[in-house]
C-alpha cells in the first residue's frame, strides 16, 4: 500500500505564499504522474497541477502562471508552490499519485487525506 502525507496547508492573506509538499511512502515500486487537486465547498474537485516522472506537467487555467509544480522522484515528494493567492483559492488541496506497490500489480491512484488552504484577509 502506498500512503500520502501533505503538508503546507494554512491561511495567508490575498497575495500571499504557500508551499505545499506531499511525501509518498510504504511499498512502492513505482510512482508516474504525482499532482494536486482542490475541493471547494459546494463544487467539484478539480485538478489544479500534475506532473509526470519525466517532468511534463500540466495546469489548471486558474493557477497559470501563479502555481508552480515540482517534484523529487528520489523521496517520492511532489510539491506546489503556491503565489499571488487569491481568495477563490481557498479550498482543500489533496494529493494525488499515480503508481503501483508491485511491479506485477495493477495501477492505481492514491490519495492523502487532505490539507486546507484558506486565503481571507
Known amino acids: 500500500q502506498v500512503q500520502l502525507v501533505e503538508s503546507g496547508g494554512g491561511l495567508v492573506q490575498p497575495g500571499g505564499s504557500l508551499r505545499l509538499s506531499c511525501a509518498a511512502s510504504?511499498?512502492?515500486?513505482?510512482?508516474?504522474?504525482m499532482g494536486w487537486y482542490r475541493q471547494a465547498p459546494g463544487k467539484q474537485r478539480e485538478l489544479v497541477a500534475a506532473i509526470t516522472s519525466g517532468g511534463s506537467t500540466n495546469y489548471a487555467d486558474s493557477v497559470k502562471g501563479r502555481f508552480t509544480i515540482s517534484r523529487d522522484n528520489a523521496k517520492n515528494t511532489v510539491y506546489l508552490q503556491m503565489n499571488s493567492l487569491k481568495p477563490e483559492d481557498t479550498a482543500v488541496y489533496y494529493c494525488?499519485?499515480?503508481?503501483?506497490?508491485?511491479?506485477?500489480?495493477?495501477?492505481?491512484?492514491?490519495w492523502g487525506q487532505g490539507t486546507q488552504v484558506t486565503v481571507s484577509s
Open positions: 494525488n499519485a499515480a503508481g503501483r506497490g508491485r511491479w506485477y500489480a495493477k495501477p492505481s491512484d492514491y
Open positions: 510504504g511499498s512502492i515500486f513505482s510512482i508516474d504522474a
